[in-house]
């Protein structure tokens, strides 16, 4: 059975502070791994990642995914309250019915 | 708005009710699934549909939950005779037929409270 793991479960930070969290995977046909952001609404996009050791990044977002080791992480440098919520890592694995399986994501708390 | 869109936002019903959520997949999008989400898990595959056909519903509890994507309307998860355990938010996504790296699209999910 696929299965994606996520540390922390939760995270209280403060304004300002970068923060690093943590995804890691075995499913039995990888293609992708995904983050969304989930504030109190819907799951959004933030990255893809295919390839090993190719960051990608958007503003103080970045992400970068190790094959060897089976994980990804997210970083967020100079955090704001606007950055709270739960992050979403989901692998793709094509297979099964939606062939995504998600972690149970990390809830972070910036507080100013 | 052309994202997906879920409604009602909130629903709260009675033990013993129904319970039907309705999403409008992104234009152009032909396939839809549903998720739940419980508090403090993550997101659980329930089901997924392509117009008019149930391809997958491996996720879903056999009794008294189904789901359809008619080929006009939205999509609609329906849950008869609820029970307390069915609070949940109900999440749906739309993707594109080519959905080859597997993102998807989120609705702002339905949220169930069962009395």
């Known amino acids: 059975e696929d299965k994606v793991v996520q540390s922390p479960l939760s995270l209280v930070v403060h304004e300002g502070d970068t923060v690093t969290l943590n995804c890691s995977y075995e499913v039995t046909n990888f293609r992708s791994l995904l983050w969304y952001k989930q504030e109190k609404k819907a799951p959004t996009f933030l990255f893809m990642l295919?390839?090993?050791?190719i960051e990608k990044k958007s503003g103080r977002l970045s992400s970068i995914l190790d094959k060897k080791e089976l994980s990804s992480i997210l970083n967020i440098t100079a955090t704001q309250t606007g950055d709270s919520a739960i992050y979403l890592c989901a692998v793709y694995s094509g297979g099964g019915a939606d062939g995504l399986t998600f972690g149970k994501g990390t809830h972070l708390i910036i507080q100013p | 708005n052309a994202g997906v869109m879920q409604n009602p936002r909130h629903l709260v019903r009675r033990r013993g009710q129904e319970a039907r959520l309705r999403c409008s997949p992104v234009?152009?999008?032909?396939?839809v699934y549903w998720y739940r989400q419980l508090p403090e898990e993550g997101l659980k595959f329930m089901v997924y549909l392509q117009k008019e056909n149930i391809i997958d519903e491996s996720g879903m509890p056999k009794e008294r939950f189904s789901a359809e994507f008619p080929k006009e309307g939205p999509s609609i998860l329906r849950i008869q005779q609820v029970v307390r355990g069915d609070s949940a938010a109900y999440f749906c996504?739309?993707?594109?037929?080519?959905?080859?790296?597997?993102?998807?699209?989120f609705g702002e999910g339905s949220r169930l409270t069962v009395l």
């Open positions: 295919t390839s090993s050791g």
């Open positions: 996504a739309s993707s594109p037929l080519d959905r080859e790296a597997g993102e998807l699209f």
């Open positions: 234009k152009g999008h032909s396939h």
